[in-house]
T-cell receptor
Framework: DAKTTQPTSMDCAEGRAANLPCNHSTISGNEYVYWYRQIHSQGPQYIIHGLKNNETNEMASLIITEDRKSSTLILPHATLRDTAVYYCIVLTSGNTPLVFGKGTRLSVIA | DSGVTQTPKHLITATGQRVTLRCSPR?????VYWYQQSLDQGLQFLIQYYNGEERAKGNILERFSAQQFPDLHSELNLSSLELGDSALYFC????????????????FGPGTRLTVL
């Protein structure tokens, strides 16, 4: 699976949009971008995934650049409960083992 | 609640001992994955089972073994425990087994915290 690069940490004010970037410059044409998050010592939680089109669900939006070398996860109105480590993972299939990097530690501040 | 259950929640044991961690996947999910999370190594994949068969292997030590039973629950056996085995152990499940184009998400259980003294 392709490697990803994410900032180590980010802060976001409560109620504002949180934009979490991810670089995946070696992504292959058949690889998806997945986002998971882990709230302090809980099991990781799936957020969203995409191939090349932008995606939106009830939790977040995923913007993938046209060349697919980077993406941004957007939490439109961050709350304190969104404080977590966010992982960007590139996979050919969601049913294969996840390779977790260090992720981005997002702190939402009141 | 992800629908994945893990028991026990906490386990404290001594070096050299053997323990068994149990995982029940979501109803209908055929794949079970085991992950280990320690402070220094982060989240690491150990092993995957699909419908009773081993599907993929990660950084799993020879002292560790797993199996998936006909009712699809899984057990992770850790033996000759060392201090460094202290970690959070997560089980996850998904519907499919990894075929291309299958993009189901994985659902994680709450984890078992193992402390080896």
């Amino acid at each position: 699976d392709a490697k990803t690069t994410q900032p180590t940490s980010m802060d976001c004010a409560e109620g504002r949009a949180a934009n979490l970037p991810c670089n995946h410059s070696t992504i292959s044409g058949n690889e998806y971008v997945y986002w998971y998050r882990q709230i302090h010592s809980q099991g990781p939680q799936y957020i969203i995934h995409g191939l090349k089109n932008n995606e939106t669900n009830e939790m977040a939006s995923l913007i993938i650049t046209e060349d697919r070398k980077s993406s941004t996860l957007i939490l439109p109105h961050a709350t304190l409960r969104d404080t977590a480590v966010y992982y960007c993972i590139v996979l050919t299939s969601g049913n294969t083992p996840l390779v977790f990097g260090k992720g981005t530690r997002l702190s939402v501040i009141a | 609640d992800s629908g994945v259950t893990q028991t026990p929640k906490h386990l404290i044991t001594a070096t050299g001992q053997r323990v068994t961690l149990r995982c029940s996947p979501r109803s209908g999910d055929l794949s079970v994955y085991w992950y280990q999370q320690s402070l220094d190594q982060g989240l690491q994949f150990l092993i995957q089972y699909y419908n009773g068969e081993e599907r993929a292997k990660g950084n799993i030590l020879e002292r560790f073994s797993a199996q998936q039973f006909p009712d699809l629950h899984s057990e992770l056996n850790l033996s000759s425990l060392e201090l460094g085995d202290s970690a959070l152990y997560f089980c996850a499940s998904s519907v499919g087994g990894g075929g291309r184009g299958s993009y189901n998400e994985q659902f994680f259980g709450p984890g078992t915290r193992l402390t080896v003294l």
